[in-house]
């Protein structure tokens, strides 16, 4: 993946997140250089979804260093009781810098949206609503703006992005539905829209085929590459769904126990002996 | 956009509500020989005034509890607030030696409705202008403590999750009631005793020169200061704030993964419910007639709570019906319960005093078991809905 024609999207260094003794990510490096799919993969409890709560700014990593866009974006090394109790490695390479932790929302203003492996949308919304939400953070106004109607053109663009989004996703008939009453397809579809209204540069979707059939995972993947060009954004994603992961990755990272154990390209990786005993487990003969 | 084709009508319709209420609380003057209940005695204006003063309280807690989702119980320490920034600023100064004579005048030889006075005069007119800009600007001001408090208050307590939250709120409410009759505090907020003398609701009806009353607005008052405050309190949640609070409210790490910060937004509401809170207990003081920190216990902000989940938590318009339906019951329908009563010889059985509250709680009970949605779940009334305006977008402005 070292090609410096590529500008790297997303830059994890030395990413490690433990958990009172369990170290669930373990020293992950990795990159996402920009416009490409990469995927993330492993068995369940592997520590993907970790991975990316780190990313996002959900959990604070022990240790280690994120770079977005070039800019370290989180930082850490593990202090205090974490640092007597620390496993993992290369804690003494960012002991010196200043911690970064920012919040999710902070991490999202940067340009970084994200969808969850079960689904998260306000249940109480409709779907326009949902998406328009996630409008919020980019809208210029204030709360006084806001409460005197001083922001009626602000409002108004940000309902006509809304709309537009909708129509494109083909959402646009449920608009007035509750969120969570459309079915599962759907709500998945709803939530990449809804992260698109973020207006990102980088989208990582967490599992976005979980508890699809086949026919709804193929257009997904479609639907995934179609996004990336119309919004020229850098998909990083979590998949279980190997034909998803093949089809449409770019290259694919195979960690195991938080810790990577492949990478490569989608057909060196599935030949890979150590991903397929990592999901298929170690046979007696051959061990 | 569908809300500016709504906007006029509305407010036709709640200036329609306040010269209604203007009417009946002058039409026992107008037309004689009605009964009793229009007279301005009468239990229905102390309802509707107290309600009226409650349902402020109430929205603005609905707008923590329902739209926000911080359970929060501080409200009675917030309108004590409210209370004794109004009292001690509109005391006029030539009062004040009389009100803290215990300790021998108070600190702040300072009043709004005397400062106004200085420029319009303290007699007729001038002395009333000077009156309502006092009494509204230390209406403004007892919110803005409020709210003031509530950011400071918000930094570490935000931070707290739901029940954990309500107890930090409530300890908050409880430890501020402690400090306002600290004896040391005497010369501000006259220790324990009450703040008197400053100017009540019915300071605003209009007297002829003979002290007589022309135009009642005693009820008008409390009316359109809610009503106003309301107001803003239904555009905010219409509006893209309103909007992130309910998302906090559904889903929190959805929330913040979209960009909406949630110490910002949570502050944010908390300071807003808290100033209306204290503008709530300022009028809350005008209606006593008095600021007293005893009166704002954690039972005032059950009460309202109360109000919230029966109303419905999540629906202003429900907040509203709810805390009149509630004041009137518990302030005039259900009165008879606690009197003694008798068909020919027979005494009804269980009537006596404090009864009221046995078949009170009862009633409560039964609507949080089985109606826990309360009046309006979380929708609102339309007021235009019935001239056949087709309306999607909830937005409520009851009374």
């Known amino acids: ?287 | 956009m569908k809300e500016n084709k709504r906007f006029f009508p509305t407010l036709a319709g709640i200036a329609l509500l306040l010269i209604f209420v203007i009417l009946l609380e002058n039409i026992s003057a107008a037309v004689p020989g009605l009964p009793d209940v229009f007279q301005p005695t009468s239990p229905l204006f102390t309802v509707l005034k107290k309600a009226a003063v409650y349902s402020l309280v109430a929205v603005s807690m609905n707008l923590l509890n329902g739209f926000t989702g911080l359970f929060s119980l501080g409200q009675a320490g917030f309108m004590l607030l409210g209370a004794y920034t109004y009292a001690i600023l509109t005391v006029p100064a030539a009062q004040k030696d009389q009100v803290y004579y215990l300790f021998g005048g108070c600190a702040f030889e300072f009043s709004f409705v005397d400062m106004f006075g200085m420029v319009f005069g303290n007699s007729g007119v001038g002395g009333a202008v000077s009156m309502v800009l006092g009494c509204l600007l230390a209406i403004i001001l007892a919110g803005v403590v409020a709210g003031f408090f509530a950011f400071l208050i918000g930094f570490p307590v935000l931070r707290l999750k739901s029940d954990y939250l309500a107890i930090a709120t409530l300890g908050f409410a409880e430890i501020l009631r402690a400090i306002f009759q600290w004896q040391k505090l005497g010369p501000i907020t006259n220790g324990a005793n009450m703040i008197k003398g400053f100017p009540t609701f019915s300071s605003f009806n209009i007297t002829g020169p003979s002290g007589n009353v022309i135009l009642r607005l005693s009820t008008f008052i409390p009316f359109f200061i809610t009503t106003v405050c309301i107001v803003l309190i239904v555009l905010l949640i219409n509006s893209s704030y309103g909007r992130a609070f309910k998302s906090i409210r559904d889903d929190e790490v959805a929330a913040e993964a979209m960009g909406i910060g949630l110490f910002r937004h949570k502050t944010l509401s908390f300071v807003i419910s808290s100033f209306f809170a204290g503008v709530g207990g300022a009028l809350f003081a005008m209606y006593v007639a008095n600021a007293q920190a005893k009166a704002f216990t954690s039972t005032m902000t059950y009460e309202i709570l109360l109000i919230v989940v029966i109303g419905g938590i999540g629906s202003v318009s429900g907040s509203v019906i709810a805390t009149f339906l509630y004041v009137a019951c518990s302030e005039w329908w259900l009165r008879f319960l606690d009197s003694e009563m008798y068909f020919g010889s027979f005494k009804i059985p269980l009537l006596r005093n404090g009864f009221r509250m046995v078949v009170f709680s009862v009633v409560i009970m039964v609507i949080v078991l089985f109606f826990s949605n309360g009046i309006m779940g979380n929708r609102e009334i339309d007021l235009l809905k019935p001239f056949g305006k087709k309306n999607k977008k909830k937005e409520g402005h009851t009374h």
Request: with cysteine; hydrophobic share 40%.
């Open chain 1, 1 to 287: 993946m070292e090609n410096n024609e590529e500008k790297i999207a997303l830059h994890l260094e030395n990413v490690t997140m433990q958990f009172g003794g369990v170290v669930s990510v373990n020293n992950l490096s990795l990159d996402v250089p920009e416009h490409k799919i990469i995927a993330l993969i492993g068995p369940n409890g592997a520590g993907k979804t970790t991975a990316f709560n780190c990313i996002t700014g959900v959990y604070q990593p022990t240790n280690g260093l994120i770079e977005f866009m070039g800019e370290p974006m989180v930082r850490s090394h593990p202090v205090g009781k974490a640092e007597k109790g620390y496993k993992g490695q290369n804690a003494d390479k960012y002991a010196n810098e200043p911690i970064l932790a920012p919040t999710p929302d902070r991490i999202t203003a940067l340009g970084i949206a994200r969808t969850f492996q079960n689904i998260r949308l306000w249940s109480s919304m409709t779907v326009f609503e949902n998406v328009l939400i996630a409008k919020h953070m980019r809208a210029k106004q204030n709360v006084f703006s806001a409460i005197f109607r001083g922001n009626l053109a602000e409002e108004k663009r940000m309902r006509e992005e809304t709309m537009a989004l909708l129509c494109e996703q083909g959402l646009d008939t449920y608009k007035n539905e509750i969120a969570t009453s459309l079915p599962y397809g759907l709500q998945r579809r709803l939530e990449i829209a809804r992260a698109l209204a973020t207006e990102p540069k980088l989208l990582l979707l967490d599992e976005p085929a979980a508890g699809m059939n086949p026919q709804e995972t193929l257009e997904l993947a479609e639907f995934v590459q179609e996004i990336r060009e119309k919004y020229n954004l850098t998909i990083f994603l979590i998949e279980h769904h190997m034909d998803l992961v093949m089809n449409i990755s770019d290259y694919i990272y195979v960690i195991d126990f938080g810790s990577e154990i492949a990478e490569g390209e989608p057909e060196a990786v599935q030949s890979n002996q150590k991903v397929i005993e990592a999901y298929l487990g170690v046979s007696e003969e051959s061990a």
